[in-house]
Nanobody, 121 residues
Framework: QVQLVESGGGLVQPGGSLRLSCAASGSIFSIYTMRWYRQAPEKQRDMVATITNAGYTNYADSVKGRFTISRDNAKNTMYLQMNSLKPEDTAVYYC???????????????WGQGTQVTVSS
């Protein structure tokens, strides 16, 4: 059983910072691309940042220059450093991973349960 567990969310004032973590556990053979998504109330879930297993990254325009995605492959963990936070960054943040559970197996997509980030004064 594979699980993705996010942590690090909370309430922060505008201009502040938070660091989210996403730890993958269970019977995992290899993790490929990992992503952070976010979903604000009554809005669709949008991609925030992507990182491949080789370390290549991509960001939504709205977070470029403020957010940094990283990963520790030895720990099966991904991070999102969020700086200069704005009220419009308020959302539930989800991690997503494409992974295989055995050599040569299919690649499946897994989601975490989400962590709330609220930016407010």
């Amino acid at each position: 059983q594979v699980q993705l567990v996010e942590s690090g969310g909370g309430l922060v004032q505008p201009g502040g910072s938070l660091r989210l973590s996403c730890a993958a556990s269970g019977s995992i053979f290899s993790i490929y691309t990992m992503r952070w998504y976010r979903q604000a109330p009554e809005k669709q879930r949008d991609m925030v940042a992507t990182i491949t297993n080789a370390g290549y990254t991509n960001y939504a325009d709205s977070v470029k220059g403020r957010f940094t995605i990283s990963r520790d492959n030895a720990k099966n963990t991904m991070y999102l450093q969020m700086n200069s936070l704005k009220p419009e960054d308020t959302a539930v943040y989800y991690c997503h991973a494409d992974l295989t559970v055995r050599p040569g197996g299919y690649t499946y997509a897994y989601w975490g349960q989400g962590t709330q980030v609220t930016v407010s004064s």
